[in-house]
């Protein structure tokens, strides 16, 4: 192994090791700006889930109540501008509020939110 100098009196053994690629990850970090874009989409991401769980627990309660109201319509509209094909979709979730037979909205509001699911890229949460 080959040494070399790096200052008055002292040498550096030339050789991989973590402090060598720390430094290099150091110095690739450092062209990256604060936060960046990946903060971003997390914020985004944030904002579809809430959105997403307003719509879940909507399905949830429709038999004993109608979920609509200020917070289901902010959170269709996220969606209709966020998602691939949220504006179809949200519209498909509101048009199953005209069956008054709960039994018959209960599919098509699922199938709706599913869809936004799917489409936002969450999957599914896990049928019990």
Not at 34 to 49: Q, T
Not at 73 to 90: F, P, Q, S
Not at 100 to 110: D, H
């Amino acid at each position: 192994m080959a040494f070399v100098p790096i200052g008055p009196g002292l040498r550096f053994r030339r050789f991989c090791s973590l402090y060598v690629l720390t430094m290099e990850h150091e110095r690739q970090l450092s062209t990256v700006a604060f936060g960046g874009s990946w903060s971003e989409d997390l914020v985004g991401l944030e904002r579809l889930r809430a959105a997403l769980s307003i719509v879940d627990a909507a399905v949830e309660r429709h038999a004993e109540e109608d979920p609509r109201g200020p917070d289901l319509d902010a959170a269709l509209a996220l969606l209709e501008r966020e998602v691939d094909r949220g504006a179809m979709l949200a519209q498909a979730f509101r048009r199953a509020f005209r069956y008054a037979e709960p039994g018959l909205r209960e599919p098509e509001l699922r199938k709706a939110a599913a869809g936004l699911r799917a489409w936002a890229g969450f999957s599914d949460p896990p049928s019990c």
